[in-house]
Antibody, heavy 121, light 111 residues
């Protein structure tokens, strides 16, 4: 079954850019049936949708994060990435990448295990 | 983008049933059939248990059922097991601008 795995630094300094990559294995990222998304969860809190991207690079963002977020996708390496700039302590969270089934299902059916990113000097 | 409203906690005894509500607006739950529910056990990633308001993915037991009425979605867990403990999150498609919105989560305790 398709699997997702997040990778990236676990510690980022305030005001810098958080960068994470999600590697997709046992399946192609180049599919018209799915979006590839990012969701985060601050410690002890709920889920927050960050955004998601189609294989064509069309992306949708959470309006509250849109000015700081950029998603990208690389179909040659079967990976997609998240960049969040000007981070603060409020961006400390477990970051999940996930597959979103579009066109009639509209849900995240597969998730990575998540990676904790701490924003601290 | 406001979160969907869920009660922070719910509880039920082993073998009993519990229902969790999720209230949105006419721009999300009230506007489409794309409500989903996720179960997150401690230390794990969320798992999809309901999509398109009431459908269950393969492998999800029929102890989990859901429905929607107006701007409120509901999840019922029947025959409670200790493994049902954890947090439950609702989610809805919220249009082209907001796309995906989550509820604040409900922590379920099985007594």
């Amino acid at each position: 079954q398709l699997q997702l795995q997040e990778s990236g630094p676990g510690l980022v300094k305030p005001s810098e850019t958080l960068s994470l990559t999600c590697n997709v294995s046992y399946g192609s990222i180049r599919s018209s049936d799915y979006f590839w998304g990012w969701i985060r969860q601050p410690p002890g809190k709920g889920l927050e949708w960050i955004g998601q991207i189609f294989y064509s690079a069309t992306a949708f963002y959470n309006p509250s994060l849109k000015s700081r977020v950029a998603l990208s996708i690389d179909t040659s390496t079967n990976q997609f990435s998240l960049k969040l700039k000007s981070v603060t302590a409020a961006d400390t969270a477990v970051y999940y990448c996930a597959r979103y089934i579009r066109a009639g299902t509209d849900a995240f059916d597969l998730w990575g295990q998540g990676t904790l990113v701490i924003v601290s000097s | 983008q406001s979160a969907l409203t869920q009660p922070p906690s719910a509880s039920g005894s082993l073998g009993q049933s519990v229902t969790i509500s999720c209230t949105g607006t006419s721009n999300d739950i009230g506007d489409n059939n794309f409500v989903s529910w996720y179960h997150q056990q401690p230390g794990k990633a969320p798992k999809l248990i309901i999509y398109e308001t009431f459908k269950r993915p393969s492998g999800v037991p029929d102890r989990f059922s859901a429905s929607t009425s107006g701007i409120t979605a509901s999840l019922t867990v029947s025959g409670l097991l200790t493994e049902d403990e954890g947090n439950f999150y609702c989610s809805s498609y919220a249009g082209a601008d907001n796309f995906v919105i989550f509820g604040g989560g409900t922590k379920l305790s099985v007594l």
